[in-house]
């Protein structure tokens, strides 16, 4: 499986990379932002990218392009909507969790996660069979 890991801090992607790791998931890309993202999911689909990415793992808040805003522009695009998408985020309201599941994510991480919550959201999302 191919995944995006998207945050503006280059130590949330790391963290979030070697968790993955650690969970078995070695092809791993990062993105910057948003806008980095968006141009890495058009890219595949253009020919740049030989492999289209299985999930999008993204934090809701970032400059310039918002996780919020990929997301959005991810489900309005017909090569892309049906992406799999888990979004990462600090703000744990009702409100903002009920907003980003009507866009359609797969499961949500609440900041800071660890391997064993990153590990639930997987298995939740489908993408890690839970151990027994």
Partial sequence: MKFLVV?????????MVDILAG??????TE???GGDAWFKLKAEFEGV??????LV???MEMPEM?????LKAVRGDKSLKDTPFIMVTSINTKDT???IMKLGIKAYIIKPFTMESVAAK??????LKKKD
Avoid: H, T
Wanted: glycine share 8%.
């Fill in 7 to 15: 945050d503006d801090k280059a130590s949330v992607r790391s963290a």
């Fill in 23 to 28: 969970l078995g998931f070695k092809d791993v």
């Fill in 31 to 33: 993105a910057a932002d």
């Fill in 49 to 54: 990218m030989p492999e289209k990415f299985d």
């Fill in 57 to 59: 793992i993204s934090d």
């Fill in 66 to 70: 918002s996780g919020l805003d990929l």
């Fill in 97 to 99: 969790i009920l907003a």
């Fill in 122 to 127: 997987l298995v939740q999302a489908g993408f």
